[in-house]
């Protein structure tokens, strides 16, 4: 195609480059979940962990489930607290180092282009937050008051866990406010305060 002399080919959006999910599925061919952790098994899971997959994804790509995966790993957990070096205290090792692997390329890339205005930070942010919401999430604090209008706190990150339980209080303090209103609208009224005279009228 002609470009005009002055053209700027630094201009040009970049090349939108095709996706075609199909061209390297390859089925997985298994009845359910592996259950029994092996070193192999093991592995292959960290491996995909530090890739930067999900738990999800990575452990139905090793062949198992999440929920297993958790379950090795709480057993791992408890013998490292009991002093015990068995095959579930070396998956969580492994599994841990795979995750600080992945959080470090993260940190190293950001720090390798802080002046690289296309990175996308936001996304890195939200994974490390994701990854590790201990070390990477903003304490809760509120916001600055601006032109009379107080924006009130920022958002916090919490997990489905305590924002049921903030529920569950929400809704035990409504209950027992609901309770008190009943009991005092179904409360007689004191002596004296019928509206009746004491000769009838």
Known sequence: MARHREHDSDAEPAEVLGLDPLATYRPLKQRGPATTLTEPLGLALCRHIAAGRFLRD?????????????????????????????????????????????????????????????????????????????????????????????LGPLFELVTPEQARNKLDEKLERFLEEHDKFEAAVAAPPADGESGEDDDGC
Not at 89 to 98: G, I, Q
Not at 126 to 144: E, F, G, M, N, Q
């Open 58 to 150: 990575a452990a139905v790509l090793a062949g198992t489930s999440d929920s297993v995966v958790q379950g090795w790993l709480r057993r791992g957990r408890e013998d490292i607290e009991a002093n015990e070096q068995t095959l579930y205290t070396w998956f969580t090792m492994e599994y841990e180092a795979a995750s600080a692997h992945f959080r470090r390329a993260l940190e190293e890339l950001v720090l390798a282009n802080i002046g690289n205005r296309s990175l996308l930070e936001k996304f890195i942010r939200w994974r490390l937050s994701i990854s590790d919401p201990k070390h990477y999430t903003l304490p809760r604090v509120s916001a600055a008051p601006t032109a009379g209008n107080n």
